[in-house]
């Protein structure tokens, strides 16, 4: 009963930006953490950043001072602002939540968004 529908991919230039919005809805009681993943052609799926409870950002090596997360707890949505976006950055990328459904469920469960295309030209 939950869905994360991810929008705003699309083919850019280098150094150029984009903006991804991740956008979670269904029976949702609290979420945990919130990230962003990407998956580039013949590689692992790997982590970009993430926003776990009322923490701060964490992000990866290849993210970090380009790419600025954040989240919107009253919208239940996570975004990415990626700017001097690079060629190496093209991947499909996912967003992804740990979610508690109701309040009589004590654990959190890992949810997965369809995914939406980043294509960096050079």
């Known amino acids: 009963q939950v869905r994360l529908v991810e929008s705003g991919g699309g083919l850019v230039q280098a150094g150029e930006s984009l903006k991804l919005s991740c956008q979670a809805s269904g029976t949702i009681f609290e979420i945990n953490s919130m990230a962003w993943y990407r998956q580039a052609p013949g590689k692992e799926r790997e982590l970009v950043a993430n926003?776990?409870?009322?923490?701060?950002?964490i992000y990866t090596h290849s993210a970090k001072g380009r790419f600025t997360i954040s989240r919107d707890n009253a919208k239940n949505a996570v975004y990415l602002q990626m700017n001097s976006l690079k060629p190496s950055d093209t991947a499909v990328y996912y967003c992804?939540?740990?979610?508690?459904?109701?309040?009589?469920?004590?654990?959190?469960?890992?949810?997965w968004g369809q995914g939406t295309q980043v294509t960096v030209s050079s």
């Open positions: 926003i776990i409870g009322e923490g701060g950002p």
């Open positions: 992804y939540a740990d979610i508690r459904p109701t309040a009589s469920v004590y654990s959190f469960t890992p949810y």
